[in-house]
């Protein structure tokens, strides 16, 4: 006879960067210094309990389709008071009191765990970073109401509409872009150094795929929405952009 297979979850990645869930835990954490004072049956309570339980799910993910660890510590946190059946108004209160001290201690816990875990590149962080004015214009709200992708392709038109304000030249796509940096055989219309050495063309043509590359970021019609599901990765493709439209800024134009 076969053995019966046992299913086995997908695990659930986190959804926050580490800088992103420092703050959002520590916010938790003083938040809960409130419910702490509230009476153990107060709405507040379970509302208090059910979006932070939700945030260390993004924060630690699920492994194996399960609540983390760390999730599982807080959301079944026991106080010292024993529980037993018909517990008076009193006990309760002093259950709810002692359990939301202990998860207020794991929320900080979890915050400086991380902190410690967090690598050198939280300096550019999605609330340490700004977006060039231009992209925050057209994308900054979509990203931050969690429209990802949409935030991303906004963003992809504007640097090929300034590619193509910049350079005066009405091509588009992959046209556009050998026309405007391409100095293989030309002298380029936007140039980025002075293309006196191999290593300059070098960097004049590596810029150059960065920007086609946005063609063809713009012209794919079957991005999938795992792409774009991570906050922290749909960061990084502003934060392209943005950093696309601030070398054209400093960039000579050779009409």
Do not use: C
């Given at each position: 006879?076969?053995?019966?297979?046992?299913?086995?979850?997908?695990?659930?990645?986190?959804?926050l960067?580490?800088?992103?869930?420092?703050?959002?835990?520590?916010?938790?954490?003083?938040?809960?210094?409130?419910?702490?004072?509230?009476?153990?049956?107060?709405?507040?309570?379970?509302?208090?309990?059910?979006?932070?339980?939700?945030?260390?799910?993004?924060?630690?993910?699920?492994?194996?389709g399960?609540?983390?660890?760390?999730?599982?510590?807080?959301?079944?946190?026991?106080?010292?008071v024993s529980?037993?059946v018909?517990?008076?108004?009193?006990?309760?209160?002093?259950?709810?009191e002692?359990?939301?001290?202990?998860?207020?201690?794991l929320?900080?816990g979890?915050?400086?765990?991380?902190q410690d875990?967090?690598?050198?590149?939280?300096?550019?962080?999605?609330?340490?970073?700004?977006?060039?004015?231009?992209?925050?214009?057209v994308s900054?709200?979509?990203?931050?109401?969690?429209?990802?992708k949409?935030?991303?392709?906004?963003?992809?038109?504007?640097?090929?509409?300034?590619?193509?304000a910049?350079?005066?030249?009405?091509?588009?796509?992959?046209?556009?872009?050998n026309?405007a940096?391409?100095?293989?055989?030309?002298?380029?219309?936007?140039?980025?150094?002075t293309?006196?050495t191999?290593?300059?063309?070098?960097?004049?043509?590596?810029?150059?795929f960065?920007?086609?590359?946005?063609?063809?970021?713009?012209?794919?019609?079957?991005?999938?929405n795992r792409?774009?599901?991570?906050?922290?990765?749909?960061?990084?493709?502003l934060?392209?952009?943005?950093?696309?439209?601030?070398?054209l800024?400093i960039a000579?134009v050779?009409?």
């Amino acid at each position: 006879m076969n053995a019966k297979r046992v299913s086995r979850k997908e695990s659930v990645p986190p959804a926050l960067s580490h800088q992103q869930a420092i703050g959002l835990l520590k916010r938790q954490a003083e938040r809960g210094q409130e419910i702490a004072t509230l009476t153990f049956d107060d709405p507040q309570v379970d509302a208090w309990l059910s979006l932070t339980t939700n945030l260390l799910d993004q924060t630690f993910g699920e492994p194996n389709g399960e609540m983390h660890k760390n999730t599982k510590d807080f959301a079944y946190a026991q106080s010292a008071v024993s529980l037993h059946v018909n517990m008076s108004d009193h006990e309760l209160q002093a259950d709810h009191e002692g359990k939301t001290r202990l998860r207020n201690a794991l929320l900080l816990g979890f915050a400086e765990q991380l902190q410690d875990l967090a690598p050198p590149s939280v300096a550019t962080a999605p609330d340490r970073y700004n977006f060039h004015a231009e992209i925050e214009r057209v994308s900054g709200a979509l990203y931050r109401d969690g429209h990802y992708k949409q935030a991303a392709f906004e963003a992809y038109i504007r640097v090929i509409d300034a590619v193509k304000a910049r350079s005066g030249l009405y091509d588009d796509g992959d046209s556009l872009m050998n026309r405007a940096f391409g100095a293989d055989k030309q002298t380029p219309v936007i140039q980025f150094n002075t293309l006196s050495t191999d290593e300059e063309r070098d960097e004049q043509r590596g810029i150059m795929f960065l920007f086609k590359g946005i063609v063809g970021l713009r012209n794919s019609k079957a991005h999938s929405n795992r792409l774009f599901n991570d906050p922290s990765r749909a960061h990084e493709y502003l934060a392209l952009s943005s950093l696309l439209l601030r070398l054209l800024e400093i960039a000579q134009v050779n009409r």
